[in-house]
Structures are given as structure tokens and as C-alpha cells.
């Protein structure tokens, strides 16, 4: 038997005003598109907004439905639209802003598994990383060199 030990590292920011200025002009934007979320069984709200290296901006919020599984979150929905609209793009930085209404999320809240296994997708298909800012509705922010960092193990297509 052999032992693996895995190892991540995280800058944590205390506030987004300690983010660098693009950064902070990023969270904004998923701010903006956290408001637009349609969350009405969880009352969870997700925004997100991606930095492509055309220097486009793309968001997302999260869209549920009646039928659950049926609901898409707010970083699929932003990268599946830039895949779509900016195929030969690459997304450089994605920024993550999530809000409760029915308590304050003041502790940075990270992609859900199903968005990990997408983002890994992204990297793997651009070769290159995404820097990945996630925060709660107030608070701490921090920030992933990569997707790697968040989900180490990744199921990719060499695989199939």
C-alpha cells in the first residue's frame, strides 16, 4: 500500500476590497447577476461572472425549477453561455458571490460538486487554469489558482 497525500492552497482575502481592483470590478458583476437568480424553493441565490480572454464578461445566476433536478446553478449557466456564444475563448477568472434569504452567508461558499466536474471540463479543454474567487453574501474571499485546487481527483475524458 502506498500512502497519497493531497495538498491545496487558498489565498483568503478578508474582504473583496482587499481583492485586486479587476477582481473586485468581477464580484460586482456576479453580484449584479446573483440579483437576477430565480430561486424560489431554495431561496438561495448564485451569481457568477467569468473574465474570458477576449476581455468579455459573461454571468450566470442560478435558475431552479419545480422539477429540481431540472434547475441549472449559476456556474454552469455562466460557462455553458460562454462556451456557446465565445467557443474559442478562454476564461481566465470567475468570480462566485452566494446569498441566502433566509439567513446572512457571511463565509465564502465554493462551487457544488456537479460545477467542479464542469469547470475541470473547461480547464482540461482550454489547457489552462481558471482562477476561481468564491465568497458568501459578505465577508471573506478566496481565491483557487485553479479548479485542481477544488476538486484534486478529476473524472476526465482520458478516462472513457
Sequence with gaps: MKEVKIETVFQVYKTISETPEDIQKLMIRAVEARQKAYAPYSKFHVGVALLLDNNEVVSGSNQENASYPSGLCAERTAIYYAGAQYPKARILKMAITAASQLKTTSEPIPPCGACRQAIAEYELRQK??????FMGEKGKVVKSESLSNLLPL???????
Design 128 to 133: 489552462s487554469p481558471i482562477e476561481i474567487y
Design 154 to 160: 478529476i473524472f476526465d475524458s482520458s478516462q472513457l
